[in-house]
């Protein structure tokens, strides 16, 4: 069964950091592509990154370019989002997603909340 | 990276066909064929219900249905059913990123 499992949300204060884990099980996580994908209280979905399964490219939103970095341990089955100057607006659920070779985003983890505030 | 453009919500009665429009760019929805949709329930992660524009995942009933043309893609619901009562959100690749729609609130009157 493929299970996907964010954790390391939490408060944190205005320009702080946090770093996100996904961690997977139940498929071979090196073939595929992951995302993350957020969601401030009551609003939409927001893609924010994605990354090769072997690592090696990587793209973001631009709202997030510069201060957030996505990574990989294929060794861990662990996806990551380290995330660094943060905002009042990056406030959200974030969601780590697997893009299934079929296409789409096929499994998706239950959200771990970032709430940045002072 | 702007958002896809979707109604904001859509209704319909039980047995009713609704159908949501996701509007983009000739650099994103209007580019590739890499189209889909997202059912979301209350407090739930979203659900893949369409991808590449007009393919179902397995166990999505045949009642989920979608199209594409030109920058506009559509997902169309046959034979509403109460528990399709959920906020439906579109999703598109553009080009080494991937952009979502605004999404759209779907009533069952």
């Known amino acids: 069964e493929v299970q996907l499992v964010e954790s390391g949300g939490g408060l944190v204060q205005p320009g702080g950091s946090l770093r996100l884990s996904c961690t997977a099980s139940?498929?071979?996580?090196?073939?595929?592509?992951m995302h993350w994908v957020r969601q401030a209280p009551g609003e939409g979905l927001v893609w924010v990154s994605h990354i090769r399964g072997d690592g090696t490219n990587s793209d973001y939103a631009d709202s997030v370019k510069g201060r957030f970095t996505i990574s990989r341990d294929n060794a861990k089955n662990t996806l990551y989002l380290q995330m660094n100057s943060l905002r009042a607006e990056d406030t959200a659920v974030y969601y780590c997603?697997?893009?299934?070779?079929?296409?789409?985003?096929?499994?998706w983890g239950q959200g771990t909340l970032v709430t940045v505030s002072s | 990276q702007s958002a896809l453009t979707q109604p904001p919500s859509a209704s319909g009665s039980p047995g009713q066909s609704v159908t949501i429009s996701c509007t983009g760019t000739?650099?994103?929805?209007?580019?590739?064929?890499?189209v889909s949709w997202y059912q979301q329930l209350p407090g739930k992660a979203p659900k893949l219900i369409i991808y590449?524009?007009?393919k179902r995942p397995s166990g999505v009933p045949d009642r989920f249905s979608g199209s594409k043309s030109g920058n506009t893609a559509s997902l169309t619901v046959s034979g509403l059913q109460t528990e399709d009562e959920a906020d439906y959100y579109c999703?598109?690749?553009?080009?080494?990123?991937?952009?979502f729609g605004t999404g759209t609130e779907v009533t069952v009157l």
């Open positions: 999703s598109s690749y553009a080009g080494s990123t991937n952009v």
């Open positions: 997603a697997r893009a299934g070779v079929m296409g789409g985003n096929d499994y």
């Open positions: 139940g498929f071979t996580f090196s073939g595929h592509w």
């Open positions: 590449e524009v007009s």
């Open positions: 000739s650099s994103d929805v209007g580019a590739y064929n890499y």
